[in-house]
């Protein structure tokens, strides 16, 4: 369902809403500035995506991601 590099942590459904919750695991980053490979880990963050509705569930998904470092001395 999702690329590999992330899994799905939890699912929660209530009485009008969909919550799901995945998580990233990835071991390493290229920068965006220099492509050098990071492994460094800087931060999580939470990023929420309102998405259409399943059936007549609201839905709402969580992604925690990862920000790294970039170990390039330059």
């Known amino acids: 369902m999702f690329?590999?590099?992330y899994l799905v942590k939890e699912t929660q459904i209530h009485s009008i809403t969909i919550k799901i919750t995945i998580t990233s695991n990835s071991k390493q980053c290229l920068c965006p500035?220099?492509?050098?490979?990071s492994f460094k880990i800087h931060s999580t963050y939470i990023i929420?995506?309102?998405d259409l509705p399943i059936s007549t569930f609201k839905t709402t998904l969580y992604i925690i991601s990862r920000k790294f470092f970039c170990t390039n001395q330059e």
């Open 3 to 5: 690329q590999d590099n």
């Open 48 to 50: 929420k995506v309102a």
């Open 33 to 37: 500035k220099c492509n050098t490979p």
